[in-house]
């Protein structure tokens, strides 16, 4: 360890030694009876293990820079480690002991060690024993030197470092800092060129014009794909713009997909091919492909599709490959973008559609009111306080070098730490001082540091075993860190690790050692970050590349990043190591022998993660037959037959995290975990493919895994599990399958107390009778919050057993959530009739309980926000019976759902409530056909969205239409009542859907619904009403310029049909300035009239236009000016015979044509009679295939339409 690691506090040995004492401490206490020799050795380990702990402690609390107390305490760290291995063998031996002399389970759990009463060591555990306590012995005997040196050389008493330590969280994540000002400009840059790409393109060509060095490319290909550089040095907040363009409810609307990809320094293009699929289509599994495999795929996946793809931190070995990553993503839709971050300016002015957006550090005015910001907030502070502090603040903010990364994690820790004592001692830090070139790491990150938790620190640090820009999942990440024993646990805390873990991790969050990904799926560290992370943990942790070191003696977690067999077998034997991590993404041959030769040596192993190891079982020949294979119907045919991950695991007894997850193994042999009493975290969950079950079959002892508590599989696995009732730390279970064979009853679940989340349970008419119900203990599982319970779907008739069952379901009172399906009795137990037992409910669901008769009085639930009611069959009323007998009812509900309820005629006004559904915002009736009348007067005031379909019973609908003015979304389809819509109680319409309603008419000015923004019409041929007519009727013969100076001045998205189409739409719509989709189907008219094609003419927002089944012979003239106009889609209009002679717009980016005409589509080949027309538009699409593209471009060579051909998409 240098100088320097010490100086930021890398070794974090306190909490070692801490749990090592705790473990030793067990053998102490008079819970084992140990020879006389073993109990002096375990006397003589605590002994001198609490002597160094002081002089650990303090050194970790002072800035020292001593080269002598760095080695000594390298030597303390690996005699701790190799105590902590040999505490283990002993636990493992005395869990293994009562196991195999079958006791209760409950007894032999690591946490209840105190019930073993004989312990006798074999001689070579006693022999290691031995070994580290003389170890510690020696290094002991320097202890007091040490501890007399970092009591004297303290540098500073204002250099003692105060340690942060958690406080309480919230359950959602502070808001990020605001884009600063050159940032928010180029996000309304960039957002403009998403909306405008043609004058993106028009810019493009014109910078390209001015430089002859350029060379030529095809315009075509290029005003498909934008590419944008953000460039800027690290931590400048490239990331963060590029985000705020990810995440913008606009530009997500705007793409056909996204995709974000974190590029790290090790992938090569295929990796960033997969990524991006995985992250388009994550049900396929392509890793055992070749590059020319996945570039066909990826065509496949976004040929055509409009989509906006991230590169964050592009690397240079991606940069050096960009053409061809290019030319496959090339075969875009028009105005596709890609966004690239990257600290190579020469790369991004090569690459970029126009001239790259710079991120420069921050002018430091700019940079100083980004700091009070972070810091004061809205805080409320006396303005002498404020004066004070911002003195001592502004000279901070003259050392953080204009970064606002380096704001954002000094920021915070003057956020926590508000008072002039300790930001003087921030102030002062020497690494301020610190001079350039000696450390890689910032001052800022090292000062941030510096004041984590002890805890926090290893924490952190731990995730150097990670590359570069690695999704991270809290969750996982957590299960690491309990698997390491980093994580303790204080019996008073009520509290669980995981518990812990994650507020340990939010608080990381929050100091900017981790942040969001751009997605918003995970997490990434900030470069900055990771390098101080590598820098801190260089002892413990260590990074295999093919460019990598020697890796040193004391390293503890593994990392292994390479597809060169020739650089693992190099690996030396380690028996040390805690943690071994494979990132070596394809599979090569000879790969699993290796990993599995390496992996024999590792006998301390904790962590395992081989979820990138493919264990491919088939040879290169079946690979190869792929390409001539016929009739695929899904890619995840390549899933090939796989056989067992590697033997040596079944030896490595000390693991606690193991991650097989997506290797596509099929089985884990009988023996496979028989003696990994410890094993805490088991993922092994494969991707499923439509076309066969991708279980893993599981061996019988998977029971006596007795210190699980997390098992990642898919339903089907744990489905095999006979006694899961003995995994009494699982924590979640999906779903449990009720069986009568012993095993599989309901009676498992007793003792499985720590379940959390979601727990359904299928197949409850196999629970015997109320009593075997209530041995389930739904009522003492405090942390489930979802409870669903299904039975059979295929039973007939009624059952009275059914009530009896689910009286002894009863679930914990604090469940939010509740679901129950095929229930057959005919009312509910008096648990779901007791308010008092349901306080915390905030969602029930019953559905297809088609006997029930009685629905519970769910409007006493205070909490409750959606019901949803469907497939009731013999419910004849919705009346007081579910309203209840309070004051107000559903005093909560938002959201309200009936579906099928067949027999229901009534839904009934309450007459004893002062208060009824005061929130209600959604309501949904789907084909309730019998149902005559709803009480929608009763709650007209929230009422926000409507959806109607098949009632055509609710005769009252036309006049309680009149009092829901609070409306938004109103839609109604299959309704064949005569009715007539009011549009003057509906003047807040953003969405009004009216479809297959032949009865239905529109009285009043449709214009008059001015923040309607979309509306589609299909099927209602009465729309108009004599009304309508009549206003129609004065329109006629005015200027239309005059008639459309109201119109739907807010409407972005049309669908009409014949009901207006053979009438004056324009008339009735009125000017559409903000129109941007269009789509007119089944029209039977022949042309367009002259009044129609200047409607048409006045669309100058429209972007994408379709016609659907219409019978015109020719398109409207005017197409040609509309200066928006991207996409042209006809589809099925088999009359059409020719395009406008003026030609089409200039802003065309896609012209596509289906089922149409055949004269049609020979006009529009090349050659063809329209081809001059349509030439200038870079995609013209017919049935499907792209025409008219360069032979360079991916979509049109041979191999690409051989591999369409055999292989389907769905």
Wanted: aromatic fraction near 8%; charged fraction near 25%; glycine fraction near 4%.
């Amino acid at each position: 360890m240098t100088g320097i690691e010490l100086l930021v506090g890398g070794w974090f040995a306190s909490p070692v030694i801490k749990r090592v004492l705790e473990k030793a401490m067990k053998y102490v206490g008079g819970n084992y009876k140990l020879n006389k020799n073993t109990e002096e050795l375990i006397d003589t380990l605590t002994g001198k293990l609490a002597l160094c702990q002081e002089t650990v402690k303090v050194a970790e609390r002072r800035m020292i820079n001593s080269e002598h107390l760095a080695v000594w305490l390298n030597k303390l760290k690996r005699v701790v480690y190799d105590a902590e291995d040999v505490l283990d063998d002993m636990e493992t031996k005395s869990i293994k002991d009562q196991v195999e002399g079958k006791n209760k389970v409950r007894q032999y759990a690591s946490s209840s060690l105190c019930g073993i009463t004989n312990m006798i060591l074999p001689g070579d555990l006693s022999k290691r024993l031995k070994k580290v306590v003389d170890k510690l012995t020696k290094l002991s005997a320097e202890n007091q030197y040490f501890l007399n040196l970092v009591n004297t050389n303290i540098m500073d008493e204002s250099n003692d470092l105060e340690l942060s330590h958690p406080r309480e969280t919230r359950s959602r994540q502070s808001e990020e800092v605001k884009l600063y000002a050159r940032q928010q400009e180029y996000l309304d840059l960039i957002l403009d060129m998403i909306s405008h790409p043609e004058t993106v393109s028009s810019k493009k060509k014109e910078q390209e014009a001015e430089s002859s060095k350029k060379k030529e490319e095809n315009y075509n290909n290029r005003d498909l794909l934008f590419v944008i550089p953000i460039v800027g040095m690290g931590g400048v907040g490239k990331t963060a713009l590029a985000q705020a363009v990810y995440n913008k409810l606009e530009v997500q609307q705007t793409f056909e997909t996204n995709a974000w990809i974190s590029v790290s320094y090790n992938l090569n293009i295929k990796l960033v091919m997969l990524k991006l699929i995985k992250s388009l289509r994550p049900d396929l599994v392509l890793d055992l492909l070749t590059l020319e495999d996945i570039s066909k795929i990826l065509f496949f996946i976004i040929n055509g599709k409009r989509f906006l793809v991230v590169l964050d931190d592009m690397c240079e070995k991606i940069e050096n490959q960009w053409d061809d990553l290019y030319e496959t993503l090339s075969v875009c839709g028009p105005g596709s973008v890609v966004l690239i971050t990257t600290q190579n300016r020469a790369f991004a002015n090569r690459v970029g559609t126009f001239s790259p957006l710079v991120l420069d550090i921050l002018e430091p005015e700019i940079l100083w009111e980004l700091l009070k910001n972070i810091v004061f907030g809205d805080m409320d502070i006396s303005e002498e306080k404020r004066k004070n502090l911002e003195h001592i603040g502004k000279q901070i903010s003259d050392k953080l070098h204009g970064l606002p990364l380096a704001a954002k994690i000094i920021g915070k820790l003057l956020r926590d730490k508000i008072n002039e004592k300790n930001w003087r001692t921030i102030s002062r830090n020497e690494w301020w001082n610190m001079p350039e070139g000696r450390s890689q790491i910032l001052p800022s990150v090292a000062i941030g540091y510096q004041h984590l938790d002890l805890c926090l620190r290893q924490y952190f640090a731990y995730c150097s075993v990670f590359p570069r820009n690695s999704l991270i999942d809290k969750d996982r990440l957590v299960q690491m860190w309990i698997a390491q024993n980093f994580i303790h646990h204080n019996s008073n805390d009520v509290r669980k690790m995981e518990d812990i873990g994650r507020e340990w991790f939010d608080k990381l969050v929050e100091m900017s050692f981790f942040q969001l990904a751009g997605d918003y799926n995970g997490y990434v560290i900030p470069n900055l970050m990771h390098d101080l992370a590598v820098i801190v943990s260089s002892d413990d942790c260590f990074y295999l590349t093919d460019r990598s070191n020697e890796i040193r003696e004391g390293v503890r977690h593994l990392s292994v990043d390479t597809q060169n067999l020739n650089v693992l077998q190099q690996i030396p034997e380690r028996n040390h190591i805690h943690s071994f991590f494979y990132f070596g993404f394809p599979h090569v041959d000879g790969m699993l022998s290796t990993i599995n030769k390496i992996l024999c040596n590792m006998k301390s192993l904790r962590v395992l993660d081989l979820s990138y190891l493919h264990m491919d079982a088939k040879d290169a020949n079946t690979r190869k037959g792929i390409q001539n294979f016929q009739g695929v119907l899904d890619l995840s045919f390549f899933n090939f037959e796989t056989k067992e991950p590697p033997k040596a695991i079944q030896n490595l007894t000390h693991l606690r995290f193991l991650d097989l997850s997506s290797t596509g193994i099929a089985e884990l042999s009988h023996s496979f975990l028989n003696d990994h009493y410890h094993l805490q975290s088991l993922h092994i969950r494969q991707p499923k493919s439509t076309w066969e079950f991708q279980f893993v079959k599981l061996p019988r002892s998977i029971n006596k895994l007795i210190n699980l508590r997390h098992l990642n599989a898919d339903e089907d696995t744990i489905a095999q599990i006979s006694g899961i009732g003995q995994l009494v730390y699982l924590q979640e279970l999906d779903e449990y399958r009720v069986s009568e064979k012993e095993g599989h009853k309901i009676t498992e679940l007793k003792n499985l107390r720590e379940l959390s989340g979601c727990l359904a349970i299928r197949n409850c008419e196999n629970v015997r009778s109320k009593e075997e119900a209530e041995q389930a203990r739904l009522g003492d599982k405090e942390n489930l919050n979802s409870v669903k319970l299904y039975w059979g779907e295929e039973r007939r008739g009624s059952n009275i057993m059914d009530k009896e069952i689910l009286d002894g379901l009863k679930p914990h009172e604090g469940v939010t959530e509740l679901e129950i399906f095929f229930y057959k009795g005919i009312s509910f137990p008096d648990w779901m009739t007791d308010s008092s037992l349901l306080l915390n409910l905030q969602t029930i669901r019953l559905e297809s309980c088609t006997n029930l008769q009685a629905l519970p009085p769910l409007g006493q639930l205070p909490s409750l926000k959606c019901l949803e009611l469907s497939h009731l069959d013999s419910v004849i009323l919705i009346d007081h019976c579910l309203y209840g007998s309070n004051e107000r009812a559903f005093p909560a509900l938002t959201h309200f759902t009936c579906d099928f309820l067949k027999s229901c005629g009534e839904w009934t006004q309450p007459t004893n409530v002062s208060s009824f559904f005061p929130r209600l915002s959604t309501l949904q009736i789907d084909h309730n056909d019998a149902l005559r009348k709803v009480p929608f007067h009763c709650f007209s005031a929230s009422l926000t969205a409507l959806m109607l379909n098949g009632c055509d019973n609710l005769n009252s609908l036309a006049v309680s239409l009149h009092h829901l003015t609070s409306l938004n979304l109103l839609y109604i389809h299959d309704y064949s009542v005569s009715i007539s819509l009011n549009t003057n109680a509906l003047m807040l319409l953003e969405d009004l859907v009216l479809e297959d309603c032949p009865g239905l008419s529109i009285e009043g000015d449709l214009q008059s619904l001015t923040k309607l923004k979309r509306l589609e019409i299909r099927s209602c041929p009465k729309l108009m009403s004599n009304s309508m007519h009549d206003i129609t009727n004065k329109q006629k013969g005015k200027n239309l310029e005059v008639n459309q100076v109201k119109g739907l001045r807010s409407l972005s998205d049309l669908t009409i049909d014949q009901s207006l189409l053979h009438n004056d739409y324009h008339s009735i719509l009125g000017r559409l300035p903000s129109l941007r989709f269009l789509l007119c189907q089944g029209s039977e008219q022949g042309q367009f009239k002259m009044d129609q094609t200047l409607w048409f003419q006045e669309l100058t927002s429209l972007q994408e236009l379709t016609f659907l089944n219409c019978q015109f012979t020719q398109l409207p003239s005017s197409l040609v000016t509309l200066p928006s106009l991207r996409k042209v889609k006809l589809t099925s209009c088999y009359s059409l015979e020719s395009l406008p002679e003026n030609g089409m717009p200039a802003s065309l980016w896609e012209l596509a044509l289906d089922r149409c005409s055949q004269n049609l589509v020979q006009c529009c080949q090349p050659g063809g009679e329209y081809w001059q027309i349509i030439a200038s538009v870079p995609v013209i699409r017919i049935d499907g295939k792209v025409i008219g593209r360069p032979q360079s471009s991916a979509g049109t060579s041979q191999g690409m339409a051989t591999f369409h051909r055999k292989f389907w998409l769905i």
